[in-house]
C-alpha cells in the first residue's frame, strides 16, 4: 500500500471512529458532518473524499460499530471453554460493565428509535446487521427452526434489558433488569423457564 493510500485509510478510520462517538452520544441527526471530521481532526473539505454524503457515514458507522460490538463479543464467548458460548454472549451482554461503557458498548440502545423515525438507508444497514447477529447467535444454540427462535427471543430480550437498565443507571432497579434478564435468558438456554410451583 503506497504511503498516500495509507493516509487515506487512516483518515477513513479517524472518521468513522468520529461518526461512531458521536452516533453513540448524540445520534444520526444531531451529529453534522462538521462536528465528525473536528472529531477526527480533519477539515470539512476531507470529507467529500471519503463519503458521498451524511446518510453514507452514518450507515457505514451503523454497520461497523454493531459488527465490531458484536464480533468481539462472539469472540470472548468462543475463547470462554469453561461454559456454553451463548450463555457467555447472555452474561457478557447483559453485564455491569457493559451497561456503563456505552462508548464501547452495544449501540442498539442508543439508535433503535431513530433508526425507526429516519427509515433508509439507515433501517436496511441496521437490518442486515442484526441478522447477521440473530444467525450467529442461532448456530452457538445448534440446528433447526426453534434456534433461530430462541437467537430472535434471547436478543430482544438482551436489547430491552440492557436498554432499561442504561436509562435508569445508577439506580437499584437498573442492576435488577439486568439480573433478571440473566435468568431467565439462562432459563431459555437451559431448555425451558422454571414453572411456578404453588
Not at 458507522?61 to 475463547?79: F, H
Not at 442504561?166 to 432459563?187: M, W
Request: contains cysteine.
Amino acid at each position: 500500500m503506497s504511503q498516500k493510500a495509507e493516509q487515506k485509510q487512516k483518515s477513513h478510520e479517524a472518521i468513522l471512529a468520529s461518526a461512531a462517538a458521536l452516533l453513540l452520544e448524540r445520534g444520526i441527526r444531531a451529529s453534522s458532518v462538521m462536528d465528525v471530521m473536528k472529531g477526527a481532526g480533519l477539515t470539512v473539505g476531507g470529507f467529500y473524499g471519503h463519503f458521498e454524503s451524511k446518510e453514507q457515514l452514518f450507515t457505514e458507522t451503523i454497520r461497523s460499530t454493531a459488527r465490531t460490538m458484536w464480533t468481539r463479543l462472539l469472540q470472548r464467548a468462543m475463547g470462554d471453554t469453561s461454559r456454553p458460548p451463548a450463555l457467555t454472549v447472555l452474561e457478557k451482554y447483559l453485564s455491569r460493565k457493559h451497561r456503563d461503557t456505552v462508548e464501547a458498548g452495544c449501540p442498539l440502545p442508543s439508535i433503535a428509535s431513530e433508526v425507526a423515525r429516519e427509515g433508509e438507508p439507515y433501517r436496511g444497514a441496521l437490518e442486515s446487521e442484526l441478522t447477521e447477529f440473530v444467525r450467529e447467535l442461532s448456530d452457538l444454540l445448534g440446528p433447526g427452526e426453534k434456534s433461530r427462535e430462541k437467537a430472535l427471543g434471547l436478543l430482544a430480550l438482551m436489547y430491552g434489558a440492557l436498554s432499561l437498565s442504561r436509562a435508569v443507571r445508577g439506580t437499584r432497579l437498573s442492576d435488577e433488569f439486568l439480573e433478571a434478564a440473566k435468568k431467565l435468558g439462562a432459563q431459555t438456554l437451559e431448555g425451558g423457564a422454571e414453572r411456578n410451583t404453588p
